[in-house]
Structure formats: C-alpha cells, structure tokens
C-alpha cells in the first residue's frame, strides 16, 4: 500500500528514535506514540492529563471548538457528548432499530449499481450517498435521491474539501492562521466550501424548526430544538443553543460519512484482490443468511469469518491513522519523558497495527489471526482501529 509521505516519515523516524518520541512544528511540541503498550498507557492509564484536545488553528478557524470531534473538552463537550450518543442511540445506532433505515438505502445500492450491467464502474460515489443518506435518516429524519443536485453537491464538496485541508498548500494555516483568508487558490475554495456547506446545514436546522412537533420527534435536530427549549425554561445559562446543534450536525454529516465509506470501500478492494477469502465471506453468508432476506446483526455470531474479514480490513487501513489528536492538560512525566502541558500527543495507530512484535506477518491481509483454533472470534487487545482510552 502506498503510504502519504507524512505519514510514511512519522514511521520511519519511529525506526530510529523508537517507542515514543517528539517534533517540533513551528513552537509547538507533537508527540508520537507508535506501540500498544505506549498508546494504552498514556489513554488508559494517564487519561486525566492527556484527554485535551490541541487547538489547530484550521480547525479552530472552520469549528469555532465546537461539536464533539474538535470541541473544546470540558463540561460543555462532556454534556454535548453524552446528549448526543444517548440521542443517537434513541434513534437506533448501533442498534437493531437502525437496521431497517440500512436495509431500505441498500435497495438504492443496489439498483443503482445494476445499472451498470457488466461494465466497470467506481462505486465510490454510490457508496458515499448511501452512508451519508443512514446518517441523514437519523440527523435530518429523511433520505436524499441519489440524482438529487444539492445532496451530489454537498458530498462533492465535503470530499474535495477534506482533501484541501490535509493535500494542499491550505494545510499551512496551520503554521500561519491568517493564510486561511488568502484570497486565492485552495485557500479561497476551501472558504467557498465551508461557506456552502453552512447554508446547507442551516437551512435543514431552520426548517425544522419551523416544522417541529414536540408530540412527535423526527431525528436528532428535533431532539437537539427540544431539549434546548426545556434548558432555557429550566437554567439561566446553558450550553445548548443551535449554534453548537449546527457543529455537531457537521460533525456527524461530514466525520460519520467519510470514515464509514472509507471502510467499505477497502473493504470491497480487498475481496477483489483476495478472491479466495471473497468466496469463504461468501459461502458464509449463503449458509447462514442465504440469498433471500437481508443480513442482521443477530446473524453476526454465527458469522465469524466475516467478522474475522472486517477486522483485518480495518487493521490494514486504519481510516483515521493517527485517531483523533490529545493535548496535555498539564507538564507531566510519562515513561521517562517530560512533556509539558499544551503538547499534541498523537496515537500512531498505523504503527500499533502494522507493529511486528504484536502480528505475525503484518503487512500480509490475513482474516484468520483473528480466528482461534474453533474457527470463533478472537479478540485481541491491540485492535484498535478507533483508538482507546475514556474519551476517544
């Protein structure tokens, strides 16, 4: 696989300067820890110093420090969280209650995949809609048509824009925030995104507001306008107001649907380069589910091979390599190392899956390490392709 070449450097300095060891950009101190065991003590272990989140200013500058991903941590984050996962858990995820929303976008997967016959195509764009539409269904309580020219610009636009802030000359505002507001190239598009990207949101927020029936909540922004009518009628002050609901739609609309879709992706790669592990996954599915209903969740523990599969796929790629950055809440000493409060500290979880002393043969795709002698699920501690610790 052809690593970016920032993340192929970090790996290679890993080689030389071991286990854990820091950079500096600019004045500001980043600390990379690239095994298990480093990783998890410093999540787990020593969470109270190093659960912050670093301002940078890129995303400070689009996020104001709001939402769940990049919001500022403190009680305001702690409270938006922990609305935010039990509403989403009320409208069905990682539950059997989301099924039937999956079930019914996988209709639109496949008619439109169909239409294709027998010619090659790209199924990223196919893929992209109908994981943006699962998310769309619990956030905004509706589904886009695949044609429809608004929703194929939104996306469009989210992942043109992810990629100008990590491959382009706009990652210098991270350096020089004022370069942000250069009236050209990357700069300007990626000012134009956010910009459109806002309206759109917005628009969606005050549309339900406009429709809201507090008899009948439809989706989270239902929820989200409740809940903050009930703070302002029962609190002088209060962290909830649409302002904050506006990031935490964005966190969900652009986060959720690049890292799901990135994963499916590899995944469908990987059975077209592993065709004798495709017809184990397959032979798998037509004992066990057959051809004449859609999968559940109640099907997965009579399915591990295809379990076993997702796993290794998510360990080769990892969507997020470097999982979401920590700060250090204050100067501590950590396995021999002073590191001073305000350093970023970074979760190399390319290195902890890729790490030879931890999987035999690493770089080789091979569903079976996660399989025990019976053939069931084997779970293995430095699995980590979300990352670890209190508050990830």
């Known amino acids: 696989m052809l690593l970016p070449g920032w993340l192929f450097q970090l790996l290679q300095m890993a080689k030389i300067y071991g286990k854990i060891y820091g950079i500096y950009i600019g004045n500001r101190l980043i600390v990379v820890l690239n095994d298990f065991d480093t990783v998890k003590d410093a999540m787990v272990n020593h969470c109270e110093v190093f659960s912050d989140r670093p301002s940078v200013p890129l995303v400070t500058i689009i996020t104001k420090r709001k939402g769940i991903v990049f919001g500022t941590y403190g009680p305001v984050w702690r409270q938006q969280r922990r609305f935010s996962h039990s509403t989403l858990r009320h409208f069905g995820l990682g539950k059997l209650s989301l099924e039937p929303r999956i079930i019914e976008e996988f209709k639109y997967v496949k008619a439109e995949m169909l239409k294709y016959g027998d010619k090659g195509f790209s199924p990223f764009q196919i893929i ?57 190239g990357p700069f300007k598009e990626l000012r134009q995104i956010v910009i459109d990207i806002t309206a759109f949101l917005k628009r969606i927020i005050e549309e339900h507001k406009l429709s809201l029936d507090p008899e009948n909540p439809r989706d989270f922004i239902d929820m989200y306008l409740l809940h903050i009518d009930e703070e302002q009628r029962t609190q002088i002050e209060s962290s909830f107001d649409t302002d904050y609901l506006f990031y935490i739609i964005g966190d969900l609309f652009i986060a959720g649907t690049d890292t799901t879709t990135n994963t499916l992706l590899w995944s469908l790669l990987y059975m077209c380069l592993h065709r004798d592990v495709q017809e184990k996954v397959q032979a798998e599915i037509d004992s066990v589910i057959g051809r004449e209903r859609p999968p559940s969740l109640t099907d997965k523990i009579q399915m591990p091979f295809t379990e076993a599969t997702i796993m290794e796929v998510q360990r080769m790629t990892v969507v997020v390599p470097l999982s979401v950055p920590h700060m250090a809440s204050e100067s501590s000493v950590f396995q021999g190392y002073t590191i001073p409060k305000g350093s970023v500290v970074l979760a190399n979880l390319w290195a902890v899956h890729r790490d030879a002393k931890v999987w035999e043969k690493p770089n080789d795709f091979n569903p079976s390490r996660f399989l025990d002698e019976h053939g069931q699920i084997l779970k293995k501690e430095a699995f980590i392709p979300f990352g670890i610790g209190k508050d990830i």
């Open 128 to 184: 992209n809609n109908a994981v943006s539409n699962v998310i769309c269904s619990i956030s905004f309580g509706k589904r886009f048509d695949y044609e429809d020219k608004e929703f194929k610009a939104m996306l469009s636009m989210m992942s043109r824009g992810l990629e100008i802030s990590v491959n382009s000359e706009a990652i210098l505002s991270n350096v020089c925030s004022w370069m942000y507001y250069l009236p050209f």
